[in-house]
């Protein structure tokens, strides 16, 4: 499960604040939210494939521990041991898919500066980010805007060292290298 804190969001002196890291409103050219989903179907086939590998390992396990030149005992010692390896494994791969699946959907504030796209903050709550995100606009459209002061939660999730691609219409994706978790 990902770690949260509460940090301090502000816009001051024309200048975005998100925790330490301070972002000059003129330098933002564009801010957004993306969501980060958890890739439940590929965990689900990922889980699949592991079952039927182990469940063939299993079988050709046992039909190796039925040689003729093994005694019997050493017959039965292998397949109880191709058994519990086996089970271990379906659980190990069970308990990663489960994790998986009850991961929560990240939203990510997202912005472009002349530089890359920057991923400066996630949260669970799509509204309280799709907020920000207005009034970081706000603040750069209106030079008079005195500013704003939030506390939000944050999420360190471990998609927050990629950057995004949020430009054009459908072209929202990790540019950084991926990590499967």
């Known amino acids: 499960?990902?770690?949260?804190?509460?940090?301090r969001v502000e816009v001051s002196k024309r200048v975005l604040w998100i925790g330490a890291?301070?972002?000059?409103?003129?330098?933002?050219?564009?801010?957004?939210?993306v969501s980060i989903k958890p890739r439940r179907a590929r965990a689900?086939?990922?889980f699949a494939k592991a079952v039927l590998g182990v469940g063939l390992l299993l079988v050709v396990a046992l039909a190796l521990a039925q040689a003729d030149e093994l005694?019997?005992?050493?017959?039965e010692l292998i397949a109880r041991g191709a058994k519990v390896t086996a089970t271990v494994l379906v659980a190990a791969f069970l308990v990663r898919l489960?994790?998986?699946?009850?991961?929560?959907?990240?939203?990510?504030?997202?912005?472009?500066?002349?530089?890359?796209?920057?991923?400066?903050?996630a949260s669970v709550d799509r509204d309280e980010?799709?907020?920000?995100?207005?009034?970081?606009?706000?603040?750069?459209?209106?030079?008079?805007?005195?500013?704003?002061?939030?506390q939000m939660v944050?999420?360190?999730i471990g998609s927050m060292r990629d950057f995004y691609n949020a430009s054009g219409p459908g072209s929202v994706?990790?540019?950084?290298?991926?990590?499967e978790r």
């Open 44 to 46: 689900v086939g990922t």
């Open 98 to 121: 489960i994790v998986t699946l009850s991961t929560r959907t990240y939203y990510a504030l997202v912005v472009e500066t002349s530089g890359n796209p920057l991923t400066l903050l």
């Open 129 to 150: 980010v799709h907020q920000l995100v207005r009034d970081i606009m706000r603040a750069i459209e209106d030079p008079a805007f005195t500013g704003f002061v939030k």
């Open 21 to 33: 890291s301070a972002y000059p409103l003129q330098n933002i050219a564009r801010a957004t939210t």
């Open 173 to 179: 994706g990790r540019m950084g290298h991926e990590r």
């Open 1 to 7: 499960m990902a770690r949260r804190k509460v940090i």
């Open 154 to 156: 944050t999420y360190n």
């Open 71 to 75: 005694s019997y005992g050493d017959q």
